[in-house]
């Protein structure tokens, strides 16, 4: 697989500039907002994210404020979130961890980060990219299909993918490739019937080739449900394309 030129693909169609200009140059966030926001994106829409995070940071907005909250002035704040009443426990939970077993800094390591209350490897992995530009592997949905559907891993969950993946895709280019194919499949590698017609990548996929030529994709859940697709000699259109908001950068569930 050519990682470069596939960046290099999805970011001309999606406009998001250079990939190799140094992630935290353009994007620097606060880890410890990356972490409870990515915490507060887990089962929730990005908009609903985006506006509890708001809310959220407005009133407390570092490790020793969120730490003396009380669920109950936090529900409110965050309602909009899936699950919000196990979150409104586990974020103070989360900010006492950092402020006790860390000095008030969120740790930089992967083993350190998933120590934490609510912390699972998307989250972990989220926080080394976003907040801190360290090279990692968040996996999200959409990564997780993507890279399955590429044919470069054959795995069954995202904490899986994000092993193969660490394992196949060199680490330069780690950090650019989730906000790009979380857009991709946001617009056009999406859960079902993905635009293969209109892929910029098409050729380097193993679905995209095998749809294209008329033949069964080698995953099951991608066959066209009516019918034998038609190969497509459409050039990629530039199409009209979502950006990622914040919460999306940071989300890999
Ligand atoms: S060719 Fe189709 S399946 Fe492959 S990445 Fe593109 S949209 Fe997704």
């Not at 409870?36 to 994210?49: C, M, V």
């Not at 980060?113 to 530009?133: D, E, I």
Request: net charge positive; with cysteine.
């Amino acid at each position: 697989m050519d990682w470069g030129a596939v960046l290099d693909r999805l970011s001309a169609q999606y406009g998001r500039g250079d990939w190799r200009v140094p992630y935290l140059r353009d994007h620097a966030e606060d880890p410890f907002q990356v972490l409870i926001g990515t915490i507060l994106s887990q089962r929730t829409r990005d908009e609903a994210t985006d506006r509890a995070s708001a809310l959220l940071f407005a009133r407390f907005p570092d490790p020793r404020s969120l730490a003396r909250a009380k669920p109950r002035e936090i529900v409110p704040l965050i309602r909009a979130c899936g699950f919000y009443h196990v979150k409104a426990t586990v974020l103070p939970a989360c900010a006492r961890a950092i402020l006790e077993r860390f000095g008030g800094v969120v740790p930089r390591d992967l083993e350190s980060l998933l120590s934490l209350p609510g912390v699972g490897p998307k989250t972990a992995n989220c926080v080394l990219v976003f907040g801190y530009g360290i090279p990692a592997m968040p996996v999200d949905t959409h990564v997780h299909r993507i890279a399955n559907r590429l044919g470069v891993v054959k795995t069954e969950a995202p904490e899986a993918t994000e092993l193969a993946l660490r394992r196949v895709v060199p680490e330069r280019y780690w950090i650019p490739i989730n906000p790009l194919l979380v857009q991709h499949g946001q617009n056009l590698c999406r859960p079902i019937g993905p635009r293969c017609e209109l892929c910029p990548i098409w050729s380097w996929c193993a679905t995209g080739v095998a749809l294209r030529a008329g033949r069964a994709p080698p995953r099951e859940a991608d066959r066209p449900r009516h019918g034998r697709m038609r190969a497509s000699t459409r050039t990629v259109a530039k199409r009209s394309v979502r950006r990622v908001p914040r919460s999306r950068r940071r989300k890999s569930i």
